[in-house]
T-cell receptor, first 115, second 113 residues
Framework: AQSVAQPEDQVNVAEGNPLTVKCTYS??????LFWYVQYPNRGLQFLLK??????LVKGSYGFEAEFNKSQTSFHLKKPSALVSDSALYFC?????????????FGTGTRLLVSP | KAGVTQTPRYLIKTRGQQVTLSCSPI?????VSWYQQTPGQGLQFLFE???????NKGNFPGRFSGRQFSNSRSEMNVSTLELGDSALYLC????????????FGDGTRLSIL
C-alpha cells in the first residue's frame, strides 16, 4: 500500500534558526514528491516538487527539500525560520504508476516558529 | 490570473439531504481533483476529472459523485448525507494532470447536523 509518514505532529523552532520537517514514503517505484503548506481557513499552497534529477530541490519562500532514495525520505528544510512560516505542512506523493493526480498525503506537521 | 474558486465557502445541511459543491479551476487548467479533509482521516483523494472524463477515483462510497463541464468547471455531489461527511472539501486544478503541481482552492466547509 502506498503511504506517506510525517513522524512529528508538531515542530517548534525559534525565529532565525534552521528548520526541518520530516517525511518518509512507502511507494513502489520512484514517485513524484511534493510539499504543500496550509494556513488557517485556507487551501493548500504548493511549495516544491521532486520529479527527477538533483536531490536538492529549491522551492517557494526559501524552502528546500532533500530527496534521499535509499532512505525513502523527502525532508523539508529552511535555513532561517520566520514567524510567518508557522502553518501546517503536508508531504505528498503521486506514484508514477498511476500517471494521474491522485496525491497521497501525509498526516501533516504543524510548524510553530516563536519570535 | 484568478485562482481556483470554490463555492459556497460554508454550508450547513442535515442528515439525509444532498449537496452540490462547485469548483472553477484556473483558466486553461483542464484537470480538476477533489479532496476531503477531516481531522480524523486527514486529506483523502476523491476523484480527478480531465476533459469531462473521470480519470481516477478514490475509495469513497457511490454517494460521492462528480462531473466536469466543457469549460473545465467541476461539481461534486454528495447524496444522503451522513454526519461523517462533515469536512472541508478541497478542489485543485492543474493544466494537464500527471506530475504537475496542483493549485488548491480555499475549500467548502460542509457541516452536517
Amino acid at each position: 500500500a502506498q503511504s506517506v509518514a510525517q513522524p512529528e505532529d508538531q515542530v517548534n523552532v525559534a525565529e532565525g534558526n534552521p528548520l526541518t520537517v520530516k517525511c518518509t514514503y512507502s511507494v513502489s517505484g520512484n514517485p513524484y514528491l511534493f510539499w504543500y503548506v496550509q494556513y488557517p481557513n485556507r487551501g493548500l499552497q504548493f511549495l516544491l516538487k521532486y520529479i527527477t534529477g538533483d536531490n536538492l530541490v529549491k522551492g517557494s519562500y526559501g524552502f528546500e527539500a532533500e530527496f534521499n532514495k535509499s532512505q525513502t525520505s523527502f525532508h523539508l528544510k529552511k535555513p532561517s525560520a520566520l514567524v510567518s512560516d508557522s502553518a501546517l505542512y503536508f508531504c505528498a506523493v503521486i506514484p508514477r504508476s498511476t500517471g494521474f493526480q491522485k496525491l497521497v498525503f501525509g498526516t501533516g506537521t504543524r510548524l510553530l516558529v516563536s519570535p | 490570473k484568478a485562482g481556483v474558486t470554490q463555492t459556497p465557502r460554508y454550508l450547513i445541511k442535515t442528515r439525509g439531504q444532498q449537496v452540490t459543491l462547485s469548483c472553477s479551476p484556473i483558466s486553461g487548467h483542464r484537470s480538476v481533483s477533489w479532496y476531503q479533509q477531516t481531522p480524523g482521516q486527514g486529506l483523502q483523494f476523491l476523484f480527478e476529472y480531465f476533459s469531462e472524463t473521470q480519470r481516477n477515483k478514490g475509495n469513497f462510497p457511490g454517494r460521492f459523485s462528480g462531473r466536469q463541464f466543457s469549460n473545465s468547471r467541476s461539481e461534486m455531489n454528495v447524496s444522503t448525507l451522513e454526519l461523517g461527511d462533515s469536512a472541508l472539501y478541497l478542489c485543485a486544478s492543474s493544466p494537464r494532470g500527471g506530475n504537475q503541481p496542483q493549485h488548491f482552492g480555499d475549500g467548502t466547509r460542509l457541516s452536517i447536523l
